[in-house]
């Protein structure tokens, strides 16, 4: 069974204690069917190594694997899709690059059971760089990055979206502000507060208020051109 406890001083200073795997697998099953989706999009919080992320993964490599059927080239494009929807933050260093190599590995198992000598370091390199995106170091109470004291930086947590564009095996990166996100679909309270905060904070500047229903919209730091998957790397 793995350990859930690294040290009793973590405990006590960032109550890092990690879900057992029972307790992880019956809180995916209450989210089966977005498991299930290759696209369908996760953020875990306060990831630690991973438990959440890792079991949503496994269960969307298994829904790879009955698309893909035999065919190395839709399996490649589905599961860099199914990683590519992983989002996860934690504030300890360690723990994320834990993460980052467990889903890797988690990933490049099923790779090599699927694909064989199809197997290639392109598609390695897609899903290693969608990892050093979109899994943080980071305080997710206050959304910005961390050093390695775990002191906010200057940093916003940036995630980016790797998303299908209309064009087979091309996906579009767009980046975005992890505070501008979490504002998007809901209301200003009133006027009076939007321009009370914006004044106080630039956050407004990455939002847009739909016409229709007056719910903010986030808008990207950076657009990017759409790439072949495993060309991601060349977005730098
Ligand atoms: C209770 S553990 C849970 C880890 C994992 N989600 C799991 O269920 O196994 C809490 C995690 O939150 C991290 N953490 C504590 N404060 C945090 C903060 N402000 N921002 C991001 N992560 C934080 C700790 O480093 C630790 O890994």
């Known amino acids: 069974m793995k350990k859930q406890v690294k040290s009793k001083e973590r405990v006590a200073e960032r109550g890092e204690v990690f879900t057992a795997e029972r307790e992880v697998k019956a809180m995916c099953d209450l989210v089966a069917t977005q498991c299930d989706n290759v696209d369908a999009t996760f953020l875990e919080p306060a990831c630690g190594d991973g438990n959440f992320l890792a079991e949503i993964l496994d269960r969307k490599l298994a829904r790879v694997k009955k698309d893909a059927k035999s065919d190395a080239i839709t399996w490649e494009w589905l599961s860099v899709r199914a990683v590519a929807s992983l989002y996860g933050v934690d504030i300890m260093q360690d ?15 099923a790779y090599k059971t699927a694909c064989k000598k199809s197997c290639n370091e392109e598609t390695r ?27 906010d930086t200057q940093d916003y947590i940036t995630f980016s979206e790797f998303k299908t564009c209309g064009r087979m095996y091309m996906l579009k990166r767009r980046d975005y502000r992890l505070d501008v996100l979490l504002k998007a679909n809901k209301k200003p309270k009133n006027q009076r507060q939007l321009t009370l905060d914006s004044s106080v904070d630039d ?28 060309r991601l790397k060349e977005n730098g």
């Open 95 to 109: 723990n994320t690059e834990e993460c980052r190599q467990r889903l890797f590995d988690k990933w490049n198992k």
């Open 125 to 151: 390199d897609s899903v290693r760089y969608i990892l050093s995106k979109n899994i943080i170091c980071g305080n997710a109470l206050t959304m910005m990055c961390v050093d390695e004291n775990q002191q």
């Open 203 to 230: 956050i407004y500047n990455y939002l847009d208020t739909n016409p229709v229903t007056g719910e903010y919209m986030p808008k990207p730091l950076r657009e990017y051109t759409p790439l072949h998957y495993r």
